[in-house]
Every structure is written in C-alpha cells, then in structure tokens.
C-alpha cells in the first residue's frame, strides 16, 4: 500500500480562562477542527471561517503543533493534525447539550487518543494546567 499525499486536519486548541474547548463526536471529545477551502490561502483563515463569530476575540493565534497520526485505512493516506493554540473569549458556548464542552480537566473525559495526546503535551508546555 503507498501512501499518495497527506491529508492535513486544521484543529485548534481553543484555550478559554484556563479551559479547553472540546467538540463532541459521537461518545468521544475532540478539539474542534475543520478541513481548508480552497477559498483560504492559509491555516489562519481556515480556523476563523471555522471557529470565530463576530463577538470573538482572539489574544493568541499561534501554530502549537504538527501531531502525525499514521495512515488511513480507508484512503492509504497519511493523516496529520496540525494544531494552532487559540487564547480569547466568545468562540463557542459551554453547553455539553449542544455537543461543546469548556473542559477544565480535559484527560478525565473521553477523548480520542490524538485529542489526549495534544492536551498532554499543552498541559507539558503550561498552556493547560496539569489536574
């Protein structure tokens, strides 16, 4: 099996009064992430279409990490999530109901392992307290 191209996955690391913004996929927590247009030239532009509304504020936009995550087995392609640190207010409402979560302890939910593995290293690097 070859591996034609990488797919990259923008995720951001949205980082609200110490809390991590989380979405819900199915019965697992993940960062919130989109997938570039061909209408935005650059990662940035892709996570403000995605994830900012006009009342948000962004203090921080930074590039965190680049996370490989191996190859697909419905592609043959090798997938990789490169993640931006996001600090500000107003990018999404807490509301679990709705499938958002701002997670003050983040590795005690049900995360998928590359969502565990970025709040790991953000928690190694100070972005995130360590609980």
């Not at 609200?16 to 960062?31: A, D, F, H, M």
């Not at 600090?87 to 302890?105: I, V």
Request: glycine fraction near 6%.
């Amino acid at each position: 099996m070859q591996i034609n191209e990488v797919k990259e996955v923008i995720k951001a690391a949205v980082i609200q009064g110490g809390r991590l913004l989380l979405v819900r996929e199915g019965k697992i927590w993940t960062l919130p992430s989109g997938m570039p247009q061909a209408s935005d030239s650059t990662d940035i532009q892709c996570l403000i279409r995605k994830f900012c509304s006009p009342t948000s504020h962004i203090a921080c936009l930074e590039y965190f990490k680049c996370f490989r995550r191996g190859t697909s087995l419905l592609s043959s392609q090798e997938v990789c999530d490169i993640v931006y640190l996001v600090e500000g207010e107003g990018f999404c409402p807490d509301d679990s109901a709705k499938g958002t979560m701002l997670a003050e302890d983040p590795l005690s939910l049900p995360l998928c392992s590359a969502t565990r593995q970025v709040v790991s290293a953000l928690q190694q690097q100070g972005h995130l307290p360590q609980n």
